[in-house]
């Protein structure tokens, strides 16, 4: 669940210039830390979401996906952000979007299709991580299953996402075991 003690923190590019950090050893410290810059909002002039970009946010199919994005996800108003190919929807953020994070390779990890795109799916206990399957570069939507449903953000996030050419897809030999959130969320 997203934590309102996450708005008060600060982006690294609010603190001003610093030297690289090294590397992130553990994927869900890196996605908490994702979620707390996404989470914090600027001080001037309305609530804008500090959101990271990814590695890859210059690559010019993020562009293409981007400017196909919805101005309604899961029924949440999407917010300006302050990152290349970023997006947020709610207030406080309950689903945020970037593209460019590093393409998944093999995984066991859950991977299910929703409208032709293909995800692999990731609870980490806060929230859950969508990422883009089979698709250079690659899409990372974070969201609370509180407050937004994965069927809902996976359909209406499909046709933006289509925008970025499939090359590979998820492969099932046999049942999927872990199931992903279904809509408990607020429609409003």
């Given at each position: 669940?997203?934590?309102?003690?996450?708005?008060a923190r600060t982006s690294p590019a609010a603190e001003g210039s610093r030297a690289p950090g090294p590397?992130?050893?553990?994927r869900a410290v890196g996605a908490v830390a994702l979620l707390g810059a996404a989470l914090a909002v600027s001080g001037c002039g309305g609530p804008v979401a500090d959101v990271e970009p990814?590695?890859?946010a210059t690559d010019p199919v993020c562009a293409e996906a981007m400017v196909a994005l919805p101005d309604v996800v899961a029924g949440l108003e999407r917010r300006e952000t302050d990152s290349q190919a970023t997006a947020a929807w709610g207030d406080p953020s309950a689903v945020?979007?970037?593209c460019g994070v590093p393409v998944p390779g093999p995984t066991t990890e859950h991977c299910v299709t929703a409208n032709g795109i293909?995800?692999?799916t990731r609870d980490d206990g806060e929230f859950w991580t969508l990422t883009t399957y089979g698709r250079s570069p690659a899409v990372e939507v974070l969201f609370d299953d509180t407050r937004a449903g994965s069927s809902s953000v996976m359909v209406d996030l499909a046709?933006?996402?289509?925008?970025?050419?499939a090359t590979g897809g998820c492969t099932?030999?046999?049942?999927t075991q872990a199931p992903i959130p279904q809509t408990d969320a607020p429609s409003s």
């Open positions: 669940m997203f934590s309102p003690d996450l708005t590397r992130r050893r553990v990814a590695p890859e945020i979007l970037r293909d995800w692999v046709a933006a996402v289509g925008r970025i050419p099932t030999s046999a049942p």
